[in-house]
């Protein structure tokens, strides 16, 4: 208890800091005792923010090796992650955290997972919206035009979304992104192919490395993706050819 007290008063001395942002590790203080992180020292031109006065900062050594020394337990830990990070790299962290969970694409779902744990989601409450795949094996896919994306599930459980953006006039422009958050240790690439409806010689294709995202948001990415024309489609409907391959982070 007296732990938990002691970390809490700590934590409300950083937060006076204009910012309240407490992962710096450099903080100053007037010769009233006001601290200041060391983003907020350096716009504040030598007046303190609380005492409103000309001040003489100095770095508080103390205070820099108490936040140095604190460590917590991540944010996910209710989703398995076991590690307790000093607080000064507790963001970065998070950023990377391979437990940090995802958001289900499907309208008006809600739910948060990760790796791991999709296949049993979209089997409970996704089933006809998911189609699975192995590695390596290219599939057909027939998409409607008005489809923003299709969802993906590889065969380790790894979450991908063949994004639709229709660019008018032009026709659709296809990319594949995973969704999942940390630096994992596998990484993924994938081909598309798309064949005229009027002229089958005609064909599209792309290959490029699949984006990582931890939740869609309905912005698509513009590194690389395949337009197709719309005299390419049949009516209503693309019908792509897709391989998604896997390989390991050397």
Request: with cysteine.
């Amino acid at each position: 208890l007296y732990f938990k007290q002691t970390i809490s008063v700590i934590i409300d001395i950083l937060l006076s800091s204009p910012c309240m942002f407490t992962a710096y590790l450099y903080h100053f203080q007037c010769q009233n005792g006001h601290v200041a992180c060391f983003s907020c020292w350096s716009k504040l031109s030598n007046k303190c923010h609380i005492c409103s006065r000309d001040a003489k900062f100095a770095r508080n050594i103390a205070l820099e090796k108490i936040v140095e020394s604190i460590k917590s337990s991540c944010s996910y830990a209710k989703w398995g992650c076991c590690k307790f990070i000093n607080y000064a790299q507790r963001d970065a962290h998070e950023e990377a955290c391979l437990f940090a969970p995802s958001v289900c694409p499907i309208s008006n779902c809600g739910y948060r997972g990760f790796t791991g744990r999709w296949s049993g989601h979209f089997l409970t409450s996704h089933s006809s919206d998911v189609m699975r795949f192995i590695y390596g094996q290219p599939f057909e896919v027939n998409i409607e035009v008005s489809v923003p994306f299709l969802v993906f599930l590889g065969e380790d459980d790894h979450l991908f979304l063949l994004q639709n953006n229709n660019l008018t006039p032009f026709g659709h422009a296809f990319s594949v992104v995973c969704l999942r958050s940390g630096n994992l240790n596998w990484m993924f690439s994938y081909q598309i192919e798309a064949t005229s409806r009027k002229k089958p010689e005609n064909r599209l294709q792309l290959k490029a490395s699949v984006t990582n995202t931890r939740q869609w948001t309905g912005i698509y990415p513009s590194e690389a993706f395949l337009l197709v024309p719309f005299d390419f489609c049949h009516s209503s409907n693309i019908v792509l050819n897709i391989s998604i391959e896997r390989y390991a982070v050397v």
